[in-house]
């Protein structure tokens, strides 16, 4: 404000300075002019003429003119020049403010920036440490996925292998008849575990052999020598050891898969394992890296200042009357927050005033439960009285009542009470698992007659969509041939009441078996223990 007091100042001197300038420039020009006009200033002693002194009113008068027209420019150039000068300095002081806005804020920011370099070393390592240990866990997912459809399909095979042993064992079944005298020891052949022995694998080409390495799945009693049983057919012994080694080749089938997938199983474990943890560390570096960013924003909250540009209006902050050199135990705030906290110095005002009048029904509250107590006092001191003396009088001293009351409970034995607690435990355990057994009987049941409804409502649907496919059929088909449609609609009518009778039928049943499981849920309710 003293600066635009200044400059208002050399404004007006400015001004006061042209003016002058101006005076002295027409002087100067009527000088030059009476020196241009010879004829007027020499007959200027002389009595003029009429004719000269209209003459010279008029020069006057157009000078006059012409005076108050330069004196009028002059000061509408002084007025727009001051405008002018004025516009021009307000314009100055406002982009000297935005200026200085500008220099702040770009302060601010290369603070920031060089607190965000800080950072970001750190944040780029962990950031690429989180990317190598999401791919490595996505890479095992995959893998996991991968192995598992490996062992789908294995055991999938298995199965099928599976499958084809029970039909070789169910073919032994068919060969040998039930009542067959020598089914036993057909079976025990047919079950017999023969050692086989297979080509190295490292020599193919020479008759060397080795033993199956599972030696442990023999006994010394499947050594003995086989032999045809007597009175049994050679050809039917001949196709028992057939279908014994069509066994055994699937058993030994069966036995390396069972193999390959214990191993399969193994790997995929540890895989998962592996997949496991490199989760927890993918979690431990999401955390790491939160933690680190929330650091990074508080540290560039709290540590970077910020600077406010505030008018000497906006100053409450007086000592001794004057503004201190430093505003450090200063504070700001807007003036919605200084607002708000006038208004709770209301709200607390009213708060306080609430409760004391609370304080004050409590302390009315207090008094009356002390008399309370101390009314109970008395007449609890009143009862103690009259029971010692009922007692004196009675057993002539004083007597433990707790004692006595502990004296009054029946001996019974602790055993046999837990043993019939334990019995009726058992007893309603027994009676829940009918209770669920008959609800799983009562669900299937309602389970199918739904699915029979269902099967009805299909079968009445597709009735009603052949009705109206045969009226269509009649209605363009009437002119060409007879056909008696009482007769037909009759039929039709029949067929249709005996679904819809049908349905119905349906219905209730399903609606008595709802009934009856909702019995049999509330009969059943395993927190409702019957004693």
């Known amino acids: 404000e003293d600066k635009e007091d200044k400059e208002d100042k050399e404004g007006d001197a400015r001004k006061s300075s042209v003016k002058e300038d101006a005076n002295d420039e027409y002087s100067l020009a009527a000088k030059a002019k009476a020196k241009a ?26 000078l006059k003119h012409e005076r108050a027209y330069l004196v009028t420019k002059r000061r509408q150039t002084v007025a727009s020049f001051d405008a002018t ?33 800080k950072f970001e070393q750190k944040e780029n390592e962990l950031d690429g440490r989180l990317e190598e240990s999401i791919q490595a866990h996505v890479n095992l997912c995959n893998d996991i996925e991968r192995r598992e459809e490996d062992l789908d399909a294995k055991m999938t095979e298995r199965d099928g292998v599976t499958a084809k042993r029970d039909k070789v064992i169910a073919s032994f079944d068919n060969l040998v008849a039930a009542d067959d005298e020598h089914r036993a020891i057909l079976f025990k052949y047919f079950l017999k575990k023969v050692r086989r022995v297979k080509p190295r694998a490292s020599d193919a080409g020479s008759d060397s052999e080795e033993e199956d390495d599972d030696d442990s799945e023999y006994d010394s009693e499947e050594d003995e020598e086989e032999f045809l049983p007597e009175g049994c057919e050679e050809e039917l012994y001949e196709s028992v050891l057939e279908l ?12 390396d898969l069972d193999k390959e997938i214990d191993a399969m199983k193994k790997e995929l474990e540890g ?22 960013r929330l650091e990074k ?3 560039l909250y709290n540590d970077v200042d910020v600077t406010v540009m505030l008018r000497s209006r906006q100053l409450e902050y007086l000592h001794e009357g004057k ?11 807007s003036r919605e927050t ?47 009285a009259r029971a010692t003396e009922v007692q004196m009088f009675k057993y002539g001293s004083l007597i433990d009542l707790e004692k006595l009351e502990v004296a009054m409970i029946p001996k019974k034995p602790v055993e046999a009470l837990k043993a019939k607690l334990r019995d009726t435990e058992q007893a309603n355990a027994a009676e829940m698992r009918q209770w669920v057994q008959a609800l799983s009987d009562a669900m299937d049941e309602m389970h199918q007659k739904t699915a029979a409804n269902t099967e009805c409502l299909e079968q009445v649907a597709d009735l009603t969509r052949r009705h109206r496919d045969l009226e269509r059929e009649l209605v363009s088909t009437k002119k060409t041939a007879f056909v008696d449609p009482e007769a037909a609609k009759k039929r039709e009518t029949a067929e249709r009441d005996h679904l819809v009778a049908v349905v119905n039928e349906q219905a209730r049943e399903i609606e008595k078996l709802r009934n009856e499981i909702g019995f049999l849920s509330v009969k059943g309710n395993p927190h409702t223990v019957r004693f």
């Open 37 to 62: 006009h010879p004829r007027v200033s020499l007959t200027a002693a002389a009595p003029a003429t009429p004719f000269e002194e209209a003459e010279n009113a008029t020069v006057r008068a157009r």
């Open 85 to 117: 000068l004025r516009a021009k300095r307000r314009e100055k002081a406002e982009l000297e403010y935005e200026l200085k806005l500008a220099e702040m804020k770009q302060l601010t920011l290369n603070r920031e920036l060089i607190m965000l370099k």
């Open 244 to 255: 014994r080694e069509r066994r055994l080749d699937e058993h030994y089938v069966i036995k």
């Open 271 to 292: 895989v998962k394992k592996k997949e496991k943890a490199a989760n927890t560390v993918v979690e431990k570096l999401e955390v790491d890296l939160e933690n680190y």
């Open 297 to 299: 924003q508080r540290r």
């Open 323 to 333: 503004l201190p050199t430093t505003l450090d135990n200063g504070l700001v705030f």
């Open 338 to 384: 200084r607002n708000s906290l006038r208004r709770r110095i209301d709200e607390l005002i009213e708060d306080k005033a609430s409760l004391r009048e609370k304080q004050a029904q409590l302390r009315k509250d207090f008094v009356a439960m002390q008399n309370t107590k101390e009314e109970y006092e008395r007449r609890n001191a009143r009862l103690d």
